[in-house]
């Protein structure tokens, strides 16, 4: 709101989904940027790449309104 308390709504919109390698110089680069239909709290998307992912996460490029944009991407774990 206007003072700044959040409260949660509904989610049913399309958010940007990023995946970023590591290029030659240790600099990383967007591989994949796509929207995708995000409409309960916890979504499972899985997408497939050409080249090693680092890091994903949704909303990557700070588009939207956010009081914390650096919690949207995290480093890639590979199990």
């Not at 958010?15 to 240790?26: A, C, H, Q, R, V």
């Not at 239909?37 to 996460?57: C, H, M, Q, R, Y």
Request: hydrophobic fraction near 30%; glycine fraction near 6%; avoid cysteine.
């Amino acid at each position: 709101d206007s003072i700044g308390n959040e409260t949660e709504i509904e989610l049913n919109d399309w958010i940007d989904i990023g995946i970023y390698k590591e290029d030659e110089n240790g600099k990383e680069k967007l591989i994949y940027l796509k929207k995708h239909k995000l409409d309960k709290t916890s979504n499972t998307i899985s997408v497939t790449v050409n080249e090693k992912p680092v890091k994903a996460g949704i909303d990557p490029l700070n588009k939207l309104i956010d009081r914390h944009p650096e919690d949207n991407v995290k480093q890639v774990k590979f199990i």
